[in-house]
């Protein structure tokens, strides 16, 4: 049996700052690995139909471990195609960008976890 792959997932923040990073593997959903590593997405019906943890890729590719609504891969307000975090699985290291805000662990915001980090 072969190994199963796993790539690095970078979530950034609103100024485009990384905020955290993670690992993923091939098969698992993107949600799944940000809770394991307490990264808390806007996760709503967790089945691929309503577009909550819509995120635009920045870089690298995602599959599909089962349908989503193509309908909801899209983003009317920034008129872009995005991916849908519950479903998705990486194909290689990855850069995203959440459309609705995420929190990170102890339930801070990214900004100030930047800022935590910064102060040490
Ligand atoms: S949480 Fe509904 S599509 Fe992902």
Known sequence: ???VSQYTVVILGDAE???VRFMCHEGE?????????GVML???CNNGGCGAC??????????YLRPVSQKKRFDVRTQKM???LCRAT???NLILKPLNPWLNRGKIS????????NEG
């Open 110 to 117: 990214w900004k100030k976890y930047v800022q935590n980090i």
């Open 82 to 84: 995005c991916e849908l």
């Open 17 to 19: 700052t990384e905020a």
């Open 29 to 37: 959903s993107i949600a799944e690995a940000a809770e394991r590593e």
């Open 1 to 3: 049996m072969g190994e």
């Open 90 to 92: 990486p194909l290689s």
């Open 42 to 44: 806007r996760i709503a």
């Open 54 to 63: 819509r995120a635009e890729i920045l870089a690298g590719e995602v599959g």
